[in-house]
Each structure stands twice: as structure tokens, then as C-alpha cells.
């Protein structure tokens, strides 16, 4: 049977110590955790197909998709919102596709290629009202385990628990330890409080039907086919019959890979502990040509013509502690160099066009990035937490985070301005 290691998680928080006793001492700790339980999915129970459903609000929003005059917004494990982007002033929310445990997406055409869970779904959408699916690829991804039993491990349920444990349980001396099937964790040593976001990068040598996909994407496209990534494996689909992708390639590429991002005949893959940068001049199967290993921390990666940027921060799942910006030269590769580092507060996704540079950091920054050793900060929106970012144009630009989906013109990069907003409704 193989499930994952970690069927619970819990994480240590604030320690207050309180003392009372007669006949004896006693001490108690009081401890504050978010454990996490494992939720499992049969097969049974999530290959039920797609449905297209009235508008919904945005509630739990993750990765962003541009297409045409469309923009796509997955709703974490649930499905996708369908955004009529005619006019960003006013999007209009128009469709809710039900794709039950999808969290990334690609469209090439009429075709959308999105994951269920462990499976590679093909929609045709055509008609956006009336989406078909029409080819499913089974156990096309690695989760975190399956068991007969129970399914397949495929998320966690997070609680908040306060309780007292005895001071003298050593335990607690550790920075981790497990209880049976149980991780308790320090909260200095690692958290998973945002795992789940496990989000202009204009075409770029990609066919115009090709949508452009944010800096967290784990699908993109390339000539004639889809690359994906999962924890740790590059994988390669065929789009010659673009109704039913074909498996060509497999490739281990190492631990905790979290997103890809094509550029002209390469593609640049982001891990917890560096980038990737694999030779596509054979599309059907990539060739590892350089790694650039960089400090431990969540690693979306984005490139122009002499250099890739790849944003590091810590405080999650990634067990970094670092947060910065790194300047990457990639004028020679093979060989790839650090050309510069920029500290940051806790730097996400990003996007850049020919002059500029934009970074979901403390909000939103953009920068000129003309001199990439001297990037100059030229405007900086506060009080709103973001977290990827599309350069639709060097005009247009498109935000997700937690208040919602945010567009701004960013004709002055010095005064941008907010132009619309789909909110959260929580």
C-alpha cells in the first residue's frame, strides 16, 4: 500500500507555560497548532466528467489564464471561472466550468487542458457555454499517495488546536517529531500554510492561439506540445491530435518542482532549491542543459532575452527563511550565473516586458529593468496581498491575490492605475 508519509500534519505556535501543584510540581505547556488531516478522493468519486454552471463569485481563488478577450481563474479544486474580458474596465463573469480537484490549465485552439486531480482533462470550448469534455488521460500526475482503500490523497483539512501538554513531554524539545502517523512541526522549522498555491510575458515563439498562463503555472505549451510538471517528473504530451494529448517524454527532474515556463527553445523549470533549464530544440524531448541552484525557498522563474528572475521566499512549505529577487544570466548557456540578488519582503509571482519588471511583493512593485544590476522601483500599490501577476501588454496588467482579480493600466509604470477589481466573497 503507498499513501504519503504525511497522512497528519501539525504545527507548533505560541508556547505559554503555566505552574500549579501541592503535593507534587506540575507544569503544563499551553501550545497552539494547525494540525493537518488528510482528505482522500476514489476514483469513483471524482471522474464524474465537467459541467458548466452559472457565475459564481470568486471565493478561493488560484492561478490565472489570458486568452483572447477571455480570462480564466481557477477556483482552487473546483473549477474555473470564465471572465468576458472584452472590456477590462468591466469584466464580466459569465461561466463556471465544474471541474472537480483542478488547480492548472493551458489552452492551446478550442482545446483547454486542465488537471482533475490525478487526471489530464481536453475541453472543447468552442461554445464557452456549453464545454465538452472529450478525452481524459488517467493518472497523467503524482499526488501524495493512493491507497485502495481510501483513494487518493489528495489534499489536507486544516484546524487550529489549542491544548496543554506536560512541560516534562521532551517531545517538544525537537523541532519536529512524529506521534504515530501524526508530524508535529515548530512553526521555525516549516509551514504549509499556503501549499495549496502550490499564478507581459507576451507569446514569445509560442503560436498566437496560445494563451498566456501566470509565473505558477505547471503547464505550458510549446510548438506542438504540453509540457507539465508534478513534484518531481517533466512530462511531454503530443498535441498532433490536439483532442487527445499522447505521453512522449517522462523526465525525473529532482524534488518539489513547482512550476515550468517556456521560453523560445528552452524551458526554465522552478524547485524549491534552484532552476532548470532544460534545450527544447527537440520538442519531443527536452535536454536538461544547465541547473542553477539558489537558496531554499518557493521558486516561480520568468525570463527575457539575457536573463531569468526568480523570486525566493520563505515561511511556507518550502522551509526557506530567504526573500529576494535573483537576476539570473542566461546570455551563455550552458552556463547560467547569479547576477545580482534584490532583497524583498516575501516576493511571489511575476511577470516583465521588454523595460519592466512586475512583482507581487508587499503588494504590487514594478520596476524598470532596463539595467538589471541597477532595477530602479518605480511605483509600489500597498494594502493588498498578491500573489501572481500577467503582463497582458506594457499597458495592461492583471493581479490575483486574496482580495480578488485585480487589472490596472500601467501606461505611467509610476502612477498605475486600478481599473477594475472581481472581489473576493468569502
Known amino acids: 500500500m503507498k499513501y504519503s508519509l504525511l497522512l497528519r500534519l501539525a504545527f507548533v505556535g505560541i508556547v505559554l507555560t503555566s505552574m500549579s501543584g501541592c503535593l507534587r510540581d506540575e507544569c503544563t505547556s499551553t501550545r497552539t497548532y494547525v494540525r493537518f488531516d488528510p482528505i482522500y478522493k476514489l476514483p469513483v468519486d471524482f471522474r464524474v466528467g465537467i459541467s458548466a454552471e452559472s457565475p459564481r463569485t470568486l471565493h478561493k481563488p488560484g492561478k490565472i489564464y489570458a486568452f483572447g478577450t477571455y480570462l480564466f481563474i481557477n477556483e482552487l479544486h473546483e473549477g474555473i471561472h470564465v471572465i468576458d474580458n472584452t472590456n477590462p474596465a468591466s469584466p464580466q463573469n459569465i461561466a463556471f466550468w465544474k471541474i472537480p480537484g483542478n488547480v492548472d490549465m493551458a489552452i492551446r485552439g478550442n482545446h483547454l487542458y486542465a488537471d482533475q486531480y ?27 499517495g493512493f491507497t485502495p482503500q481510501l483513494g487518493y490523497l489528495v489534499d489536507y483539512l486544516q484546524t487550529e488546536i489549542t491544548e496543554e501538554v506536560p512541560c516534562n513531554d521532551t517531545r517538544w524539545n ?9 508530524l508535529f512541526a515548530d512553526v521555525s522549522f516549516s509551514s504549509f500554510a499556503d501549499a495549496s498555491n502550490n499564478g507581459i510575458r507576451k507569446n ?4 498566437a492561439a496560445t494563451g498566456i498562463a501566470g509565473s505558477y503555472a505547471r503547464f505550458g505549451l510549446h510548438d506542438q506540445f504540453l509540457y507539465t510538471v508534478d513534484n518531481f517528473m517533466l512530462r511531454t504530451w503530443s498535441l498532433q491530435n490536439p483532442t487527445c494529448p499522447s505521453r512522449r517524454d517522462s523526465l525525473y527532474v529532482g524534488w518539489n ?7 523560445k527553445d528552452r524551458l526554465f523549470v522552478g524547485s524549491q532549491t534552484g532552476v532548470f533549464i532544460f534545450n527544447n530544440t527537440n520538442p519531443a524531448r527536452p535536454v536538461q542543459e544547465a541547473v542553477f541552484n539558489h537558496a531554499t525557498g518557493c521558486d516561480p522563474v520568468v525570463c527575457d532575452e539575457n536573463n ?3 523570486t525566493i521566499h520563505g515561511g511556507t512549505n518550502c522551509n526557506g527563511t530567504f526573500n529576494q529577487l535573483d537576476v539570473i544570466d542566461i546570455k551563455n548557456l550552458p552556463n547560467a550565473s547569479l547576477s545580482k540578488s534584490y532583497p524583498m519582503t516575501k516576493p511571489m509571482g511575476l511577470s516583465v516586458t521588454n523595460e519592466h519588471l512586475f ?14 544590476l541597477n532595477m530602479v522601483q518605480l511605483s509600489h500599490l500597498k494594502n493588498m496581498t498578491t500573489y501572481d501577476v500577467i503582463a497582458f501588454s506594457d499597458e495592461h496588467l492583471m493581479v490575483i491575490g486574496d482580495g480578488g482579480f485585480y487589472q490596472f493600466d500601467v501606461s505611467n509604470p509610476e502612477d498605475p492605475k486600478q481599473i477594475s477589481l472581481l472581489p473576493v466573497v468569502r
Do not use: R
Request: proline fraction near 6%; charged fraction near 20%; aromatic fraction near 10%.
Open 118 to 144: 490525478v487526471d489530464l482533462l481536453t475541453i472543447d470550448i468552442s461554445d464557452v457555454q456549453n464545454p465538452q469534455l472529450v478525452c481524459t488521460s488517467q493518472d497523467a500526475f503524482q499526488l501524495h
Open 174 to 182: 525537537n523541532s519536529w517529531f512524529m506521534q504515530g502517523d501524526v
Open 308 to 310: 531569468a528572475y526568480v
Open 204 to 207: 514569445n515563439g509560442v503560436p
Open 257 to 263: 518542482i513547482e512550476t515550468i515556463f517556456p521560453w
Open 359 to 372: 512583482l507581487c511583493d508587499d503588494g504590487l512593485k514594478i520596476f524598470d529593468k532596463s539595467d538589471p
